[in-house]
């Protein structure tokens, strides 16, 4: 019914950066929180960053300042923009949405995930 597809990721030294995409398609009606979350081999998935319909942002303390998350309503897309990048081996980034689907459910969905390997 929803589907989110991330995209962007890749294999890069630190201190680079990226640009990860997540579009979200099907039968939606409205999206409201939109976030990106990681996680590494070993450990739990945690919250990266959040952004709100109306564009109202959070973000893990870790990646404050290095990371910009964004979102484009007309294309139902969310984005994040990561600078800085600091070593970091193998970890998945997950984008999530809150969504009311055309029929008026509510739906909470997440992406497949996107890779991205820090390494020098």
């Known amino acids: 019914q929803v589907q989110l597809v991330e995209s962007g990721g890749g294999l890069l030294q630190p201190g680079g950066s990226l640009r990860l995409s997540c579009a979200a398609s099907?039968?939606?009606?409205?999206?409201?929180?939109m976030g990106w979350y990681r996680q590494a081999p070993g450990k739990q998935r945690e919250l990266v960053a959040v952004?709100?319909?109306?564009?109202?942002?959070n973000y893990k303390d870790s990646v404050k300042g290095r990371f910009t998350i964004s979102r484009d309503n007309r294309k139902n897309t969310v984005y994040l923009k990561m600078d800085s990048l600091k070593t970091e081996g193998k970890t998945v980034y997950y984008c999530?949405?809150?969504?009311?689907?055309?029929?008026?459910?509510?739906?909470?969905?997440w992406g497949q995930g996107t890779q991205v390997t820090v390494s020098s």
């Open positions: 999530n949405a809150g969504i009311r689907t055309i029929d008026g459910t509510h739906l909470e969905s």
């Open positions: 099907g039968m939606i009606f409205s999206i409201n929180d």
């Open positions: 952004i709100t319909r109306l564009g109202r942002t």
